[in-house]
């Protein structure tokens, strides 16, 4: 139980198009998903937390109109980087928390997205 | 606001034989969670073990075990009879209890299993 999916696994644009990174959870509902980024052989960085049916909030630094999240139910949470540029090239990962289980405060993991900006 | 510290930034052990990573971290809250991420080669994080502050026994999960310290803020993970999976890196990561629900991590430990 617990699984957390991210698609696409891995993406290629151009610099200036858009890309849409989705998180799922697949067999729990999700009070909470987040949204971090990590550089290579670095730990994660907080970007943001979302929550269902409201606004998501936004780590210091974080460009909330670069980075839109939308959090449109129990199960689904997707990252859109707008205009991308070859510095947002990174590796973006989701969690996600179990709405049921949420007494044990743990997050589960997506398998990451590598985005690559040319 | 919290902190979390891994001093080792690499580590190497044999196959079978044990080795613990080290973690500290600063808080001055009572009520929080700890926890040890693995994240292997593929970049999957895996759970793999977890810790409740007000509980004083070690959380225990097969081959690994941690040693908790809570006066000293410290966090140790142990791997018994290691395995060539278990080569990763190995984040510490600390969550506050009722408050923000953020995950404040570690920079984190390569491990890596020799045959």
């Known amino acids: 139980g617990a699984v957390v999916s991210q698609h696409p696994s891995w993406v290629i644009c151009k610099s200036g198009t858009s890309v849409k990174i989705e998180c799922r959870s697949l067999d729990f509902q999700a009070t909470t998903m987040f949204w971090y980024r990590q550089f290579p052989k670095q730990s994660l960085m907080l970007m943001a937390t979302s929550n269902e049916g409201s606004k998501a909030t936004y780590e210091q630094g974080v460009e909330k109109d670069k980075f839109l999240i939308n959090h449109a139910s129990l199960t689904l949470s997707t990252l859109t980087v707008t205009s991308a540029h070859p510095e947002d090239s990174s590796f973006y990962i989701c969690?996600?928390?179990?709405?049921?289980?949420?007494?044990?405060?743990?997050?589960?993991f997506g398998p990451g997205t590598r985005l690559l900006v040319l | 606001a919290q902190t979390v510290t891994q001093s080792q930034p690499e580590m190497s052990v044999q196959e079978a034989e044990t080795v613990t990573l080290s973690c500290t971290y600063d808080?001055?809250?009572?009520?929080?969670?700890l926890f040890w991420y693995k994240q292997p080669p593929s970049r999957q994080m895996i759970l793999v073990i977890r810790?409740?502050?007000?509980?004083?026994q070690n959380a225990t999960e097969n081959r690994f075990s941690v040693n908790f310290q809570k006066a000293a803020k410290s966090f140790s993970l142990k791997i018994s009879d290691s395995q060539l999976g278990d080569t990763a890196m190995y984040f510490c990561a600390f969550l506050t209890q009722g408050g923000s629900e953020k995950l404040v991590f570690g920079k984190g430990t390569k491990l890596t299993v020799n045959p």
């Open positions: 969690s996600a928390r179990d709405r049921v289980r949420v007494y044990q405060e743990t997050q589960y």
């Open positions: 810790q409740e502050a007000y509980k004083q």
């Open positions: 808080t001055s809250e009572n009520n929080y969670y």
